[in-house]
Nanobody, 115 residues
Framework: QVQLVESGGGLVQPGGSLRLSCTAS????????MKWYRQNPGKQRELVAA???????NYADSVKGRFTISRDNAKNTVYLQMNSLKPEDTAVYYC?????????WGQGTQVTVSS
């Protein structure tokens, strides 16, 4: 059974940093594209960042220069380093992977940016 488990969310002041982790079990994702999304109530889920097996990455314009996605294939874990956080980054963050026709999601981790 495939599971993605996110961790690392919390409450942080504007300008602060957090590092999210997503660990996969039941699957080896070394060749898969791994993604981070975020969502607020009543809004569509937004793609934040994605990383390929080679380590190349893409980012939403809203987080470029502030967020960094990385992966450790040996640990089956993908990370999202978030710096210079803004109140508008507040959301539930989810990691995602697609294998064949099946999409896998974690349960999400809440990030709240507030003073």
């Amino acid at each position: 059974q495939v599971q993605l488990v996110e961790s690392g969310g919390g409450l942080v002041q504007p300008g602060g940093s957090l590092r999210l982790s997503c660990t996969a079990s039941g699957i080896i994702f070394s060749s898969d594209i791994m993604k981070w999304y975020r969502q607020n109530p009543g809004k569509q889920r937004e793609l934040v960042a994605a990383t390929r097996s080679s380590g190349t990455a893409n980012y939403a314009d809203s987080v470029k220069g502030r967020f960094t996605i990385s992966r450790d294939n040996a640990k089956n874990t993908v990370y999202l380093q978030m710096n210079s956080l803004k109140p508008e980054d507040t959301a539930v963050y989810y990691c995602n992977m697609i294998r064949g026709l099946i999409g896998y999601w974690g349960q999400g981790t809440q990030v709240t940016v507030s003073s």
